[in-house]
């Protein structure tokens, strides 16, 4: 029997509105026990709503890869609940929860995870087929997922003939091809230089611009300046959540948060739309 799904407390002010796409409700992932006992979140609660990014800072250890592999079925939590688009992942089962990820959460690995035998286009189209989508349809869509990041040309390359910034792009594509309501994305910007990092958090905005909700993470404050809002991690929980309004404001707020002398680097600031999100405190795999 699923645990019953609690209420989730009113957005904030200035959060976009409707009912949340993804809620993390006190969720706990303990790794170990006794004196190995290691505590990867402490009770995180957060809510994503519809047209929402949000990027996720903090230094190395602080939970933020955890947050994301709870939060797209690929981990279970130790206590708390996962809600995606009003279900309690917990009581859809194995499979259910494979089902949701192929037709509602787009997933972009930090090791990309493509696979190995696959072209770029069947990497991307395969999900798709997996949920009854034609093998023509699919393929379409992947082709048109590669032309968004311009990766035209390596549709018919294998992973081990692209370079880790094209595998890095096809792996995005991948994520957001399909009518996709979440977008979990593990430093998608990781092997891209600036311009291209620029270039993929845009279609990143574009997405969530056009109804979905995306979290991210990152390390670079020029890139969570293209969020509505900024989550800051330490030790497994949340210490700060802000309103981004640029990536140098981002930084001052990365170090007073976790208490270093920030995560990232000081590029120039995104195009955040900063049209949503709220300050204030506690809130694919394919």
Known sequence: MSSPVTTSPPPPSGTPVGAPVLELRALTRTHGSGIAEVHALRGISLAVYPGELVAVMGPSGSGKSTLLTLAGGLDTA????????????????????????????????????????????ENIALPRELDGVSVRKARKEALAALAELKLTEIADRFPDEMSGGQQQRVAIARALVGDRRLVLADEPTGALDSETGETVLALLRTRCDQGAAGVMVTHEPRYAAWADRVVFLRDGSIVDQTVSTGAESLLAGVSEATGTNGTGGTGGTGAANGNSGTAGASEAAQ
């Open 78 to 121: 130790t206590s708390g609940q996962v809600v995606i688009e009003g279900q309690d992942i917990a009581s859809l089962g194995r499979k259910g929860i494979a089902a949701l990820r192929r037709r509602s959460v787009g997933y972009v690995f930090q090791d990309y995870n493509l696979i190995p035998a696959l072209t770029a286009a």
